[in-house]
C-alpha cells in the first residue's frame, strides 16, 4: 500500500516480533480526521501490540508510522503525547489523591512568571472550560479518588484534549461504565469527531462497535485480515472474520432444569446496598441475574458467598438454612463463586495453572499437610483439557495467559471443589468471541451435570441466551423475575431503569 | 551443585548463585586460605544463626508482610534460655522449650494483632522490636546472664563427628523449611497468599491463619536462633541481636525473595546468607576493616535487587 496525502495516521506494513513469535506481521491502518475506527481481533491477536507501539511504549521491528506528512521514527512516550496521539487506558492510569485539573495537567502543570511556581487558579479555568465544553459536570478541585470510573475516564479524554490530541486511542472504554455513561461518552465522541479528532477504538462489544464506528480494521493473530467501513459489515461476518472459522449457533440450547431447589435466598438485605432479594435457583438451572450497573449485583453474589456481611434475610442451601461467614464457609457447603474481577479476586498471577486449580480444594490432594503433587497434576490436566485452556502446560505461570485462559483457569478452580450451585459473576468479561463461545457451552455442561448456575451479566443477549429465568435488579431492590420464553431486552432494560 | 542449577526455575536465583560461585572462586585464587574445611566451617557456623532468622522472615515476606523484631526476640528468647540453663538446675531440654516458645509467643502476638488490628507488619514488628528489647532488659535486670551448664553452651560451641552443631541445625531446619514452603499445604497458602491475598481469600484459604502461622514461625526461628547465640557466646545478653532483622531481611531479598511478596525460595536465602558470610569472611581474610564491609554489603543487596528486576523484565 503506497501513502496517501489526506490520511491523519497511516501505518506500513508495522511488524515486531518477541522471542521468534510474531506478534505483528505487516499491518496496515488508515485513520482519517473525525473518524471511529475500530480496532477488532481476539485476545492476542496483537491488538495492544500495535496501540504500545503507536504510543510510543514498544518499537517495531519493521514498518512506517506517519502523522499527518510526519513520520514518527524511534518515538517515546513523551514525543507521541507532544505530537498529539493520547491514549485513554482501560485501567484508568490517574492519580487518586491529586485534584482532577492537576491529574489533566500533570506533567505539564501551569505556573506563573516563575517557571516552577504552580499556578493553580490558572489550571483550574483551564480544566473547567474544557470539562464545560465536553458536557460533563465535574468540579476542577474534586479528588480523583472520589469520582467513579465513568468519571475518571471523562478526566482522562479531558486531558487528551488539553493536549491536543489529533488522535486518541480508547482501549475498552466502556467495559466498566454503565449504560447510561456509554451514551455521554458516545456523545463525547461524536463531538471529538466534529473536531476532526481520529479515534481508534477497541471494545469486545459487538452492538457497540457498530454503533460508533465507521471503519473497520481486523486482526488475527498478529495479521492484517483486512479493512471494511462499519456499513458493509454485519455481526456475523465480523466474527468470522476475527475468529477465522464460522460460528453459527452462538448459544447452545437450553436444557430444562431439575426440580429440586438447590439454593434458595429469602429476603436478603444488606442495609444501603440491596434489600428483600428472594429467589431460588433449581438443579440444572441457569438463573440471570440482569441490572445496570450498581444495581446490586455483585454485592448479593458477595454476601452468599461470605465475602461480605447480610443484615438480615436467610440463604438455604439444599434445604438446610446456612449462615455463611467467609468464602472458605461457602466453598465448603458447596457455593462456587466466579468474581467479576477476575485479576482481583480470581487467580494468583505468580503461581502456575496447575497451583491456581487446586487452590480451592487444596485439602483433597493432600495427606496429613502434605501435598501430593501426582494427584494434583492428573486432575489440573484434565481440567485444561476439558476447559480447553490453551497454555504450554500445567507449570506455566496464569499471569503469562489471555484473559479468556485466565478465566478457564479460576472457573476450572472453582469446580474443582465440587460445587453444588455456581455464581459467575460476568464469565464473559473483556474476554473474546471465540473463549466466550466455550464458556456458553461450559455453562451448559454444567447445568447438564446438575449443577445450578446464577449468572451475573450485563450483556442482554447473553442473558436472553442462556438462562432459565431471569432476575432482574434496580438500586438494590428486585424489579422482576421474568421466564426466558416471555422475556425480551426491552423488557429487561425496562425493568432495570425501574 | 548441579541439582541446584538445573532445578532453579528462578533467574534471580541462578543469578545470585553465579555470583556467590564467582565471589567464591576469586577469593579462593586472591586467598588460598579461604578454601580450606577450616575456613568454611567458620563460615557456616557464623551463617547459621543469621541463616536461621531468614528462613523465618522469608515466610513472613513472601506473605507480602515484614519482621523487624527477629533482633530483639532474639535477646528475649536467649535471657529466657541463659536464666533456666544454670549448671545443675534444670535439665537442658527446659531452657531450649522455654526459649523457643518465648519466641513463639512474641511471633504469635505479632501475628494476632496484624490479623485483628490490620496494621501494617511493618508498624506491628516496628513496636515489637522496642517491646521485647524492653522485655529482655527487664527479664535481665539490665546485665549478662552467664555461668551456663555445659550441655547448654554444647549447642553452639560443641561438635558431632566433627561437625559443629551449629551446622548440624542449620542443614536440619533447612529442610524443614524447604519442605514446609514447597510440599505441604501451608507453603502452597503461603504463596498464595502474598501473590494475591484477595483471591487468596476467595478461594477460601483462611488468611489470618497463614500469616498467623508465619509471624509464629518465625518467632519460633528467632527463638532458636536466641538459644544459638547465647549458648555460643555462654551468656544470655540483653543487648544481643540488635540488627539482626536487617542481615535476616538482607538474605532473603539477595536470595531472591520479593519485598511484594509471593515470590521466594529457602535454597536462594540461604545462598543469601552464605553469600553475606563469605564476603565478611572474605574481606577479613583481605584485611578490609568492618568500615568498608558495610559499604560493600549495602551494595550487594541493592546489586542483587537490581539483578533480580531486571531478570523480571526479560
Not at chain 1, 456523545?187 to 452492538?207: A, E, P, R
Not at chain 2, 550441655?151 to 561438635?159: A, E, H, L, P, V
Amino acid at each position: 500500500m503506497t501513502r496517501q496525502p489526506d490520511q491523519l495516521l497511516q501505518v506500513r506494513n508495522l511488524s515486531k516480533s518477541f522471542v521468534g513469535v510474531k506478534a505483528l506481521d505487516q499491518v496496515q491502518l488508515d485513520l482519517k480526521k473525525g473518524e471511529v475506527h475500530a480496532v477488532m481481533g481476539e485476545n492476542g491477536a496483537g491488538k495492544s501490540t500495535f496501540m504500545k507501539i503507536l504510543m510510543g511504549l514498544l518499537s517495531p521491528d519493521s514498518g512506517e508510522i506517519w502523522l499527518e506528512s510526519e513520520i514518527l521514527k524511534n518515538a517515546d512516550v513523551n514525543e507521541t503525547l507532544k505530537r498529539g496521539i493520547s491514549m485513554i487506558h482501560q485501567e484508568m492510569l490517574v492519580v487518586p489523591e491529586l485534584t482532577v485539573a492537576q491529574n489533566i495537567f500533570l506533567g505539564r502543570e501551569k505556573t506563573n512568571w516563575l517557571p516552577f511556581w504552580l499556578d493553580d487558579a490558572h489550571s483550574n479555568a483551564q480544566a473547567e472550560a474544557i470539562l464545560q465544553q465536553m458536557g460533563v459536570d465535574i468540579a476542577p478541585t474534586t479528588l480523583l479518588k472520589h469520582l467513579s470510573v465513568a468519571e475518571m475516564q471523562m478526566v482522562e479524554i479531558a486531558k487528551a484534549i488539553s493536549n491536543n490530541a489529533k488522535v486518541i486511542i480508547m482501549d475498552e472504554p466502556t467495559s466498566a461504565i454503565s449504560d447510561k455513561e456509554v451514551a455521554t461518552l458516545f456523545k463525547i465522541i461524536k463531538d471529538l469527531k466534529q473536531q476532526g479528532v481520529g479515534i481508534l477504538y477497541i471494545s469486545h462489544k459487538m452492538d457497540e462497535i457498530f454503533q460508533i464506528s465507521d471503519t473497520i480494521t481486523v486482526l488475527r493473530d498478529g495479521q492484517y485480515i483486512g479493512t471494511k467501513p462499519a456499513s458493509d459489515l454485519d455481526q456475523p461476518t465480523l466474527i468470522s472474520m476475527m475468529v477465522g472459522r464460522e460460528i453459527t449457533n452462538l448459544f447452545p440450547e437450553i436444557v430444562p432444569s431439575k426440580d429440586d431447589v438447590v439454593l434458595s435466598v429469602k429476603q436478603l438485605t444488606r442495609q444501603g446496598v440491596f434489600s428483600d432479594i428472594t429467589f431460588e435457583v433449581r438443579k440444572g438451572e441457569v438463573l440471570g441475574l440482569a441490572g445496570l450497573m450498581g444495581a446490586g449485583r455483585t454485592e448479593v453474589a458477595r454476601a452468599i458467598f461470605g465475602l461480605d456481611r447480610y443484615d438480615s434475610g436467610e440463604i438455604q442451601l439444599n434445604g438446610q438454612t446456612v449462615r455463611v461467614q467467609s468464602p472458605a464457609e461457602a466453598i465448603a457447603l458447596g457455593i462456587g463463586y466466579v468474581s467479576e474481577d477476575r485479576k482481583g479476586l480470581g487467580f494468583i498471577p505468580a503461581m502456575t495453572i496447575q497451583d491456581n486449580i487446586t487452590l480451592s480444594s487444596l485439602p483433597q490432594h493432600a495427606k496429613a499437610g502434605w501435598v501430593m503433587t501426582d494427584s494434583e497434576a492428573t486432575v489440573a490436566t484434565r481440567m485444561m483439557q476439558n476447559l480447553r485452556i490453551k497454555a504450554t502446560g500445567a507449570a506455566q505461570k496464569v499471569s503469562h495467559l489471555s484473559g479468556g485462559n485466565q478465566q478457564k483457569v479460576v472457573i476450572a478452580k472453582v469446580l474443582q471443589a465440587a460445587p453444588d450451585v455456581v455464581i459467575l459473576d460476568e464469565p464473559t468479561r473483556g474476554i473474546d468471541i471465540g473463549a466466550k463461545f466455550e464458556i456458553y457451552k461450559l455453562i451448559n455442561d454444567l447445568t447438564a451435570q446438575g449443577i445450578a448456575v446464577v449468572m451475573i451479566s450485563s450483556e442482554l443477549p447473553e442473558i436472553l441466551g442462556l438462562s432459565h429465568r431471569i432476575l432482574v435488579l434496580s438500586k438494590g431492590k428486585q424489579t422482576a423475575l421474568l421466564s426466558t420464553t416471555e422475556a425480551t431486552q426491552d423488557m429487561i432494560m425496562k425493568f432495570a431503569m425501574q | 551443585m548441579n541439582t541446584i542449577l538445573a532445578r532453579s526455575k528462578n533467574l534471580g536465583q541462578y543469578g545470585i548463585f553465579g555470583a556467590f560461585v564467582v565471589i567464591c572462586l576469586g577469593l579462593a585464587v586472591i586467598n588460598p586460605q579461604f578454601m580450606t574445611v577450616s575456613n568454611w566451617t567458620i563460615i557456616i557456623t557464623q551463617v547459621s544463626i543469621n541463616a536461621l532468622l531468614a528462613f523465618g522472615v522469608t515466610f513472613v515476606i513472601i506473605t507480602g508482610g515484614i519482621d523487624l523484631s527477629l533482633g530483639s526476640m532474639v535477646a528475649v528468647t536467649g535471657v529466657v534460655a541463659a536464666s533456666l540453663a544454670h549448671p545443675d538446675t534444670y535439665p537442658v531440654i527446659v531452657p531450649i522449650g522455654v526459649g523457643v516458645l518465648s519466641g513463639v509467643a512474641m511471633g504469635a502476638l505479632n501475628g494476632l494483632v496484624i490479623t485483628k488490628s490490620k496494621v501494617p507488619p511493618f508498624i506491628v514488628t516496628l513496636g515489637m522490636m522496642t517491646i521485647g528489647r524492653g522485655l529482655a532488659l527487664i527479664l535481665s535486670k539490665g546485665r549478662p546472664i552467664s555461668n551456663l551448664s555445659d550441655s547448654f553452651n554444647f549447642i553452639g560451641g560443641g561438635s558431632v563427628l566433627g561437625i559443629p552443631f551449629p551446622i548440624l541445625i542449620l542443614v536440619v531446619f533447612f529442610i524443614l523449611c524447604t519442605l514446609l514452603l514447597k510440599k505441604t499445604v501451608l507453603g502452597r497458602y503461603i504463596y498464595a497468599v502474598g501473590g494475591n491475598e484477595q483471591a487468596a481469600t476467595a478461594s477460601g484459604i483462611r488468611v489470618n491463619k497463614v500469616k498467623m502461622a508465619v509471624y509464629t514461625l518465625c518467632g519460633g526461628l528467632a527463638g532458636l536462633a536466641g538459644i544459638l547465640l547465647t549458648a555460643r557466646i555462654t551468656t544470655g545478653q540483653p543487648n544481643a541481636g540488635a540488627g539482626f532483622e536487617l542481615d535476616a531481611i538482607a538474605a532473603a531479598i539477595i536470595g531472591g525473595t520479593s519485598t511484594s511478596g509471593g515470590t521466594g525460595t529457602m535454597t536462594g536465602t540461604l545462598i543469601g546468607a552464605l553469600l553475606i558470610g563469605v564476603i565478611s569472611n572474605g574481606l577479613d581474610l583481605l584485611n578490609v576493616t568492618s568500615y568498608y564491609q558495610q559499604v560493600v554489603m549495602g551494595a550487594i543487596i541493592i546489586g542483587a535487587v537490581v539483578l533480580d528486576s531486571w531478570n523480571q523484565k526479560k
